[in-house]
């Protein structure tokens, strides 16, 4: 009996350790996943079931073999991001890294959203200046402090002032190109005939318009474009106040009588990009490169399709007035600002890290050949457009040398504006701004794609911008304005 008992000891002493043993075996990972920091990323967008498998597996390893990091993206429909980011920041969300537009840099800092950035990159951001210059990074500034990272460095004069064109579509009808506003009226018509299942223009293109329509050459310089700086004039006007906005209403007008927009056009105006892709629409607002920057979305659903990117009004100047359009924000409670920062750092330390963020595993999801960039996969990365860096930057096979010798010249004879680098501090008008964006977004939105009637509505909604204050507003921002332009001479 005593034997038996002891043998039943050591039975349960031997399945004790094994049991141990299994536990410290199968928490491996587990205790090595444990030990990577975890960064936060708040993303616009759609997940892929490839960006999906590439997150959890190639990139994920890369993360944690080169930072130690672990890289969580969160994905919020474009239509919903801003809402929610400005949701999820109040709440203190655990976000670490967000992507946001450079020109509303200062309401996200008087929000509170972003912390200064100086030291995190003179710790964590040096392989980072080799190819974003120091001059780049000073268009985030705001007080002397770095705020953010404008992530896109690539040739940006005349920006959201071109028009990327179905070129296709527009030789089909038997046009060769698009000089005027007559030339895309007449673009829309013949392809309405000519095409009946496309569905006309995906934008209204109101920034290229106002070019064309504008005495002087403007620059947005507040929130919901409300107010426009006069190149020429080195002056702040409410910008739905001018005449080149009234010209561009009433053109967009003519174009809503006429068939020829939806009312997608002005309810889902933030999908622009995304109607774009169907391979169903016409036009859309854009910069230099949007061409090569889209074109194989749009071919995914339009195999023939070809895009062709124009400037209203050549002739006019074009004028480099940021330092790209795109920011990449750290929180001011961000759990991990070291980590985001680590990792903004890596993906511009080499061309490797570049091209793998952007368009996934080499031989895969894509390969270059003679220099070029040949995607294998339809699937999107992190956005291009949003990391675009001209030190990196490859061309697809189908992009003709014409087009990049013009992208890499574009800014040579560029103008750099007055206003380059001008932060709007809104403190002092807080709650006029919140007023003035209500009717911009509501009542000014609505008459600026044409939506409804513009002899009727812009009267009645241009008593309700100045009832909220938009002269006070706009003589906050002259004084502002003023003492920038002083300090740079």
């Known amino acids: 009996m005593k034997a038996r008992k002891m043998m039943l000891i050591s039975l349960v002493l031997l399945l004790a350790s094994l049991s141990v043993l299994a536990g410290c075996g199968g928490s491996k990972e587990g205790k090595e996943e444990a030990k990577l920091e975890t960064v936060k990323i708040l993303y616009p967008g759609d997940r892929s079931d490839r960006m999906n498998e590439f997150l959890k597996n190639e990139f994920a390893e890369k993360m944690a073999t080169d930072l130690g990091l672990k890289v969580e993206v969160v994905f919020v429909p474009w239509a919903q991001y801003w809402e929610q980011k400005d949701i999820m920041l109040a709440a203190n969300e655990s976000i670490d890294l967000y992507w ?34 120091m001059e780049q990074l000073q268009g985030a500034t705001i007080d002397g402090k770095i705020y953010g990272i404008p992530s896109a460095y690539a040739p940006s004069s005349a920006m959201f002032q071109l028009v990327a064109v179905r070129q296709d579509i527009l030789e089909a009808v038997g046009m060769t190109e698009v000089k005027t506003t007559d030339d895309l009226k007449e673009f829309a018509m013949r392809a309405k005939e000519k095409f009946p299942e496309m569905k006309g223009p995906a934008d209204i293109i ?9 005495d002087e050459q403007y620059n947005w310089i507040a929130v919901e474009d409300l107010v426009v700086f006069g190149e020429d004039s080195k002056k702040a006007y409410s910008y739905y106040e001018t005449e080149a906005f009234q010209e561009v209403a009433k053109f ?5 009588d006429g068939g020829l927009y939806t009312e997608d056009l002005t309810i889902k105006y933030n999908e622009r990009d995304s109607r774009m892709q169907t391979g169903l629409y016409l036009w859309v607002e854009g910069s230099l490169g949007k061409e090569m920057e889209i074109i194989d979305a749009v071919k995914a659903n339009a195999p023939d399709a070809e895009i062709k990117t124009y400037l209203l009004a050549e002739e006019k100047p074009r004028y480099i ?24 750092n890596w993906i511009y330390k080499s061309q490797e890290n570049y091209l793998f ?10 390969e270059i050949v003679d220099g070029r960039i040949k995607k294998l996969s339809s699937s999107e990365f992190f956005y291009e457009w949003m990391f675009r860096n001209q030190n990196y930057q490859l061309f697809g096979p189908e992009v003709a040398q ?24 809104n403190e002092n008008v807080k709650l006029i701004e919140t007023a003035l964006k209500e ?13 409804v009637d513009f002899e ?13 204050g938009i002269d006070d507003y706009v003589a906050e921002i002259q004084k502002q304005l003023d003492e920038f332009l002083a300090n740079q001479k």
């Open 206 to 214: 109101f920034k290229p318009l106002t070019r064309y329509f504008a």
């Open 402 to 425: 014409e087009s990049i010798d013009q992208y890499k010249s574009w800014d040579n004879n560029a103008v750099r504006s007055n206003s380059l680098g001008f932060r709007f501090n």
């Open 456 to 468: 009727t509505e812009y009267p009645k909604a241009v008593q309700k911008l100045k009832a909220a």
């Open 439 to 451: 009717v911009a977004g509501k009542d000014m939105a609505a008459i600026r794609s044409g939506f």
């Open 321 to 344: 007035t940021a330092a790209g359009g795109e920011v990449l924000g750290i929180p001011v409670n961000a759990p991990n600002p070291e980590g985001a920062m680590k990792f903004i």
């Open 252 to 256: 967009n007008r003519s174009m809503y």
């Open 357 to 366: 963020a952007l368009y996934g595993v080499e031989g895969k999801d894509y």
């Open 100 to 133: 946001d537009g450079l020109p509303d840099l200062s309401t996200i800092v008087n929000k509170k959203q972003a912390m200064p950035l100086d030291d995190l990159i003179q710790q964590h951001g040096q392989d980072m200046l080799k190819v974003l210059p």
